[in-house]
């Protein structure tokens, strides 16, 4: 067998490497940047919009989509054809957007899919670093509560799926527990052995200040979604402990792994 991981070199598409060359799983990479590739596999030199080069021969798929739109996922899927495809989509899929429209494209091309559901990931809090150096950090909706989830739980996920039988499953991969944003903060400065707080900043300033690169409209979604969490947390699934047979990693190990 041989898995073709795209998105090799970030958050959970290195750990979905390492767990598939520790199951002794023949692993290729897609990777913009030949220096940046992981050690010990294949690695394909390109970009996920023109697969085809990758795709030769391989028998699943790891799936990263990283644009805000679906435009050319049918061009990107058609070397995939009747292959396994683990898609890392977002819980917002089952009301359409990107998520959905690439969810759709994925089950055009394969019965072997595997949506993996992400509520968000933990590894989103890394925008806040430059901020935690000064010990406040600013932004929207302190208390909307979140079940983010650490990168190496949804790649424990994407392993299993690739490696075992998944097919037409959807998974809604998350934390053990729903969390404010300023208890986030607040264990990132606990990790860091120092005091961060958080200081609430006017909806229109953030949907302002994250316009410039996640575009006004997909910025504006991400604010209002985090003004409903406020009353409505995101849920918790059991998911990951169903399927990888360990439990979900709070965030508090997650920000002692990424800044302690």
Do not use: C
């Not at 790891?62 to 435009?71: I, R």
């Not at 996920?157 to 903060?185: C, F, N, S, W």
Request: glycine content about 8%; charged content about 20%.
């Amino acid at each position: 067998m041989t898995v073709l991981v795209t998105g090799a070199t970030g958050h959970t598409g290195r750990h979905v490497v390492a767990g598939l060359r520790a199951a002794g799983v023949g692993t290729r990479v897609l990777v913009r940047d030949r220096a940046k590739a992981p050690s010990g596999v294949e690695v394909v030199q390109g970009d996920i919009t023109a697969p085809s080069e990758a795709a030769d021969g391989v028998d699943a798929v790891y799936l990263l989509w990283p644009l805000f739109a679906a435009d050319g996922i049918a061009r990107t899927l058609e070397p995939f054809q009747g292959r396994k495809i683990v898609y890392l989509s977002a819980m917002s899929a089952e009301h359409g957007g990107v998520w959905g429209d690439v969810e759709a494209a994925v089950e055009r091309v394969t019965d072997d899919w595997t949506f993996l559901r992400v509520t968000g990931l933990a590894s989103n809090a890394l925008a806040w670093a430059q901020q935690v150096g000064t010990g406040v950090v600013r932004a929207a909706y302190g208390q909307a509560k979140r079940s983010v989830v650490h990168e190496r739980d949804v790649a424990d996920m994407a392993v299993r799926a690739l490696t075992e039988d998944h097919a037409k499953q959807t998974y809604l991969v998350t934390g053990p527990e729903a969390i404010a944003q300023a208890e986030q903060v607040r264990l990132i400065g606990e990790a860091l052995g120092k005091p961060v707080t958080w200081e609430e900043q006017p909806p229109e300033e953030a949907i302002a200040q994250l316009s410039r690169y996640l575009g006004a409209d997909f910025a504006a979604s991400a604010v209002h979604h985090w003004a409903s969490l406020v009353e409505d947390p995101e849920p918790v699934s059991l998911d990951v402990p169903r399927v990888t047979g360990h439990p979900a990693r709070p965030f508090a190990e997650w920000a002692r792994e990424h800044f302690s």
